[in-house]
Nanobody, 124 residues
């Protein structure tokens, strides 16, 4: 059974940083590209960042480029999202998932069920 557990969220002031972690089980972690997604209240879930199986290629949505960094540790079955220079518009529930294939990032292109995610709130 595919399981993904996100952690590391919290309340942070604008300009602050957080590091999210997602630990996976139930599938061969190193065989899949991974993505971090977020969903803000009243909005659809969107891809924030993605990383290929061995970390050689990364992709970011335009609004986080230069501020967020995705990385992975295949030995620990964990993917990370380092978030710097946080803005109020980054407030959302953040989720991770494994991608069926690189280049397809919709809610239907992932292999796991969506968990509870981790809440990130950016506010002064």
């Amino acid at each position: 059974q595919v399981q993904l557990v996100e952690s590391g969220g919290g309340l942070v002031q604008p300009g602050g940083s957080l590091r999210l972690s997602c630990t996976a089980s139930g599938f061969t972690f190193s065989s899949y590209a991974l993505g971090w997604y977020r969903q803000a209240p009243g909005k659809e879930r969107e891809l924030v960042a993605a990383i290929t199986r061995h970390g050689g290629i990364t992709k970011y949505t335009d609004s986080v480029k230069g501020r967020f960094t995705i990385s992975r540790d295949n030995a620990k079955n964990t993917v990370y999202l380092q978030m710097n220079s946080l803005k109020p518009e980054d407030t959302a529930v953040y989720y991770c998932n494994a991608l069926r294939r690189w280049g397809a990032y919709s809610d239907y292109d992932v292999i796991g069920y969506w968990g509870q995610g981790t809440q990130v709130t950016v506010s002064s």
